[in-house]
């Protein structure tokens, strides 16, 4: 298949997906369900909410027929979704089944600096098979998140992400100013499948020979850029070392540039649908877990922005377009007032693509699950191309395109 053909196919693709008829039937809902962060159950031990989190590298769909290796909290992208009450106390067994070395940090949480996730500065890292406790009372209110902290830009990219929301169930603030029923999560990200590929397996075995060179008693700190203080690493400096970062001047740098951008790890045409009846109003968690800044807009709308970071804002107010900065959380109410199917995405149109092909990425639909019948229908699109007897047929653009 070339490049043009695969571009009709796309928008086959997309023709097909945004029918009413299929975004609106009951399999299509069912199936939905499953595109939103999981919630963890807890245990409940004595007066603690116990949650259990374990990372492994698994294959995941970003969209059909994009398949890649990423690593996965309990199996899941993004991780399942911890929801706890304002001040419960919460503890998180997380163990690491990867060779790798990680650490969970509570993003917006009021964490005792101890149980923060940063490696070499609160706790040590995670090792390979080892188990960590994490213990907090859950503060503030809001929408918040979770991730590893250990080579942060490659193992947040590769999957190590999850929603934590923390509420007030007797007197949510917002709940008391826009009454709703319903409320979706949808955490975004950003992914270079080439980088994670590369930097995973060469993390993999920079580990794997680590662990040898440690069990033989021959492991090199300075090759493996490790040092016990700043001094250590300028003294080394001073007489001769090289550290890794300096490397790249003989070298373009090996920064990631993202190809595939997703939605609760789902690319368009996989991305979650959001649905709403006319009257209704709807909560939405946006959460940015990626690299890149996301300008979001709503077709068709005027969505109330309520919480910023978690926390409830002044007065809300109304826009069509928001910006997620990467790191932020923002939550808006969606009042159901203009029924229809309406597109939800990124106006940075360039991550509304996977792997630089329109349409893809972040792309989602607001969908108005009451539609009335006559307003289901399909209405075929027909080629004109009606052909006077011995009229030539002539397919070729009259502008030449770029192949
Ligand atoms: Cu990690």
Known sequence: MNRREFLSAGAALSA?????????????????????PQPLEPKIVGDVKEFELFIDIIQHEFAPGMR?????????????????????????????????????HWHGLHVPWRMDGVPYVTQMPVMPGEEFVYEFVAEPYGTHFYHCHWGTLLHMQSGMFGSFIIENPDDDPIKKQFPYEREYTLVYSAHDTNFMRRELNGMLERMKERMYLMRNGRFDKERFAL???????????????????????????DLPVPNWFSVNGKS??????????????????????????????LHGHDFWLVCDDGL??????QQNTLRLSPGKTLDIIIEGKNRGLWTFHDHDTRRVTNNGLYPGGNLLVLAYEDLPDEERM??????????????????LPKVALDE
């Open 16 to 36: 097909f997906s945004l029918l009413p008829a299929t975004i609106l039937a009951e399999k299509t809902k069912q199936m939905n369900a499953t595109k939103f």
């Open 68 to 104: 890649v290796h990423i690593l996965a909290f309990n199996n899941q992208i993004p991780g399942p979704e911890i929801r706890v009450n304002q001040g419960d106390r919460v503890r998180v067994k997380f163990k690491n089944k990867t060779e790798l070395n990680h650490t969970i």
């Open 227 to 253: 040092f016990d203080s700043k001094q250590e690493l300028l003294d080394a400096i001073e007489r001769g070392y090289q550290p890794p970062y300096s490397l790249s001047r003989r070298a373009p740098s």
């Open 268 to 297: 368009y045409p996989s991305t979650p649908n959001l649905y709403i009846k006319e009257g209704e109003t709807i909560r939405v968690r946006l959460i940015n877990a990626g690299t890149e800044e996301h300008f979001l807009h």
């Open 312 to 317: 409830p804002v002044p007065q809300p107010w």
């Open 378 to 395: 399909v209405r075929p699109m027909k080629m004109k191309m009606a052909m006077k007897p011995g009229q030539k047929m002539n397919m």
